[in-house]
């Protein structure tokens, strides 16, 4: 009898432990897909923020200023630049958005004051940003991720169209 029941308690105690174990492997695994959708999702991510992030802030710099004359396409120091205008207590300020050695750059300076592109502020690193005239009140935004995905917006300005300063743009960077 004392046999039997030293038996039983051994089955018990084995079936327990290998059940244990293959809730144990079973909670790995799940684990472990979960940290590897984490990882792709994260890279994708911080992947896709700097193109996106762009984007959204040119694009909410331009509704800020969406008035007529306040908005034009230029050039500084060779290169396509957004040139939004602010009239504050009587003096007017010009403030250019550009992109430059993959960084999106801001300078924002007194009309007349003498610019360079070196002067600006880099806001946030980008892969590759173009603006552009796409005609009837449109402009096209482009930028692209560290994978190589381009990002376009297009835009339409309320106030009916963009100013152009200098009429030998090419509407791309």
Do not use: P
Request: aromatic share 10%; with cysteine; net charge negative.
């Amino acid at each position: 009898m004392r046999h039997r029941r030293l038996q039983a308690h051994t089955i018990d105690f084995l079936f327990t432990l290998s059940l244990f174990c293959v809730f144990t492997v079973c909670a790995l695994l799940v684990v472990s897909i979960g940290v590897q959708a984490y990882r792709s999702t994260a890279a994708y991510l911080e992947g896709t923020y700097s193109a996106r992030t762009a984007l959204s802030y040119v694009t909410e710099k331009i509704r800020q200023h969406d008035a007529e004359g306040r908005t034009a396409l230029t050039q500084l120091d060779g290169r396509n630049a957004l040139l939004l205008t602010d009239e504050i207590n009587g003096s007017v300020y010009e403030t250019y958005i550009y992109s430059d050695e993959a960084w999106l750059y801001e300078l924002t300076v007194r009309q007349g004051t003498e610019i360079s592109s070196s002067m600006g502020q880099q806001i946030l690193r980008v892969d590759g940003f173009s603006i552009e005239d796409a005609g009837n009140g449109f402009l096209r935004f482009t930028a692209s991720d560290s994978q190589d995905q381009d990002y376009s917006f297009l835009l339409h300005l309320r106030s009916g169209g963009l100013h152009r300063m200098n009429s030998g743009l090419s509407g791309k960077e």
